[in-house]
């Protein structure tokens, strides 16, 4: 059991840094001297993110996969 629980903290914290550098990186967009946007695009950003990450929370929470969409476009 103890094998699985490091696999999972070694696995798991990487992961959380990498969508952390990754939410850091869209952060650099908001930027207005360098990028036009509007507040709907901020809203469906925030949706599908927000979706996103409700699904994967609920995963742990059932123990089963999280599905749903990976793409995104405006």
Same mark, same amino acid.
């Given at each position: =059991?103890?094998?699985?629980?490091? +696999?999972? #903290?070694? %696995?798991?914290?990487? +992961? ?5 550098? !990754? ?11 360098? $990028?036009? $946007? ?6 469906? =950003?925030?949706? %599908?993110?927000?979706?996103? &990450?409700?699904?994967? &929370? ?7 996969? !999280?599905?749903? #969409? ?5």
């Amino acid at each position: =059991m103890k094998e699985k629980r490091d +696999r999972f #903290a070694k %696995v798991a914290a990487s +992961r959380v840094q990498k969508a952390l550098d !990754a939410l850091e990186s869209l952060s650099k967009c908001s930027n207005r001297s360098n $990028y036009e $946007y509007t507040e709907t695009d901020v809203k469906k =950003m925030s949706r %599908v993110l927000n979706d996103k &990450l409700k699904t994967t &929370l609920a995963a742990f929470r059932s123990g089963s996969d !999280a599905k749903g #969409a990976n793409t995104f476009k405006f």
